[in-house]
Nanobody, 115 residues
Framework: QVQLVESGGGLVQPGGSLKLNCEVS????????MDWWRQVPEKPREFVAG?????STKYADSVEDRFIIFRDRNGLYLEMNKVKPEDTAVYYC???????????WGQGTQVTVSS
């Protein structure tokens, strides 16, 4: 099993920056994709950015050129730049691992973009 714990959320002004962290533990050797998702009340969870075990990245159009996803042996990170009010959401870390493609989720961290 994989355990994920997010941190780094908070209040940030429009145009500012914030870095989210996702600490990874457990059976990490089997992880082949990690990504960030976000959700606002009464809307489906949406994909933000993902990174494969080989380092290939993918971004949602809404965050392309503003957010950067990266990972190391300790965890997953999301550098958020030039944030907008519409980036306000609970951000979740997600991992897919093992031959059964098991999904693991963190508990989420709130990001609020407001002046």
């Amino acid at each position: 099993q994989v355990q994920l714990v997010e941190s780094g959320g908070g209040l940030v002004q429009p145009g500012g920056s914030l870095k989210l962290n996702c600490e990874v533990s457990g059976s990490t050797f089997g992880i082949y994709v990690m990504d960030w998702w976000r959700q606002v009340p009464e809307k489906p969870r949406e994909f933000v950015a993902g990174i494969s075990s080989g380092g290939s990245t993918k971004y949602a159009d809404s965050v392309e050129d503003r957010f950067i996803i990266f990972r190391d042996r300790n965890g997953l990170y999301l550098e958020m730049n030039k944030v907008k009010p519409e980036d306000t959401a609970v951000y979740y870390c997600h991992a897919k691992s093992g031959v059964s493609a098991t999904d693991s989720w963190g508990q989420g961290t709130q990001v609020t973009v407001s002046s």
